[in-house]
């Protein structure tokens, strides 16, 4: 089981060093970082998120895994995929906090969610074609746009370029797209809870899960860290990527 422990935001340096106090004597192991607040408006009024300190902590006795011990900066993890998931974890956070409540059974909110999904995806799926990568992940745009149509609503003018740097190597991009399946997943199984009838052409998609399934060998190579930063580097751009469409789209305001 996962779970966590959470303090109020610290927002000055005696605020941080008291919080990083309380977490040394927390029967949990220390695994988590002091974030910036950020607020962000949504039709329920102003929210505060990523403003506390979280202790993470796996198992019922509250063990860390070895690759959470390990520093990244000593090639943590076993795996490509253990590097890249204990090193986006931060951003992959932020990004389920700015999407994850509007997938309700409010109609706007979850049309808000697609528009934000084709948005950021378009400049993505362009630049992976236009680089020739040998993994193409399925496009998904053509979905979401039939899922925006069918709640009568048109899609977002003058979706931003994905320009990653040079350097980046495009598996680490092909790795979130595949990976965000498996949270697609879990939100069509909330949004079904609802009992709502909404279109689900994108988030239902059984083509990504597969690609997912077909990546994975791919992933599971031997972490090394010459190779591996590329990858990274990918990633990282591709989730900072989709987290400032939703800020653009949600009004996000740092606090």
């Known amino acids: 089981t996962h779970g966590c422990e959470c303090y109020p935001p610290a927002r000055t340096k005696a605020d941080r060093a008291e919080v990083t106090k309380r977490a040394a004597q927390s029967k949990f192991r220390f695994s988590g970082t002091i974030c910036n607040p950020v607020r962000f408006a949504s039709r329920k009024g102003v929210h505060s998120a990523i403003d506390c300190l979280c202790i993470r902590f796996r198992g019922r006795s ?3 895994s070895e690759a959470e011990r390990m520093p990244i900066s000593k090639a943590v993890g076993r795996t490509t ?6 090193a986006t974890v931060d951003s992959h956070e932020r990004l389920d906090l700015l999407m994850g ?3 309700v059974d409010d109609e706007a909110a979850y049309a808000e969610f697609l528009q934000i999904q084709w948005h ?5 799926e362009n ?3 236009e680089i020739h990568v040998e993994a193409m992940p399925p496009h998904q745009t053509d979905l979401i746009a039939r899922d925006l149509a069918a709640l009568r ?3 977002p003018d003058n979706p931003p370029a994905f320009a990653p740097s040079a350097d980046a190597d495009p598996m680490g991009t092909v790795w979130v797209l595949a990976g965000s399946s498996l949270g697609n997943r879990a939100l069509l199984k909330r ?8 279109p689900s052409s994108f988030l239902s998609d059984p083509r990504m899960v597969q690609f997912w ?10 972490h090394s860290l010459p190779d591996d930063q590329a990858v990274l580097m990918a990633a990282q751009a591709t989730f900072a990527h989709f987290q400032q469409v939703a800020m653009n789209t949600r009004v996000i305001e740092p606090a």
């Open 153 to 155: 609503c048109a899609l």
């Open 213 to 222: 399934q077909d990546l994975r060998p791919a992933l599971e190579r031997p």
């Open 101 to 103: 409540e509007l997938v």
């Open 127 to 129: 630049w992976l074609h």
């Open 191 to 198: 949004l079904k809870k609802t009992g709502t009838a909404l």
């Open 120 to 124: 950021a995806r378009v400049g993505v």
């Open 62 to 64: 509250g063990r860390e």
């Open 81 to 86: 995929r253990d590097y890249l998931r204990e």
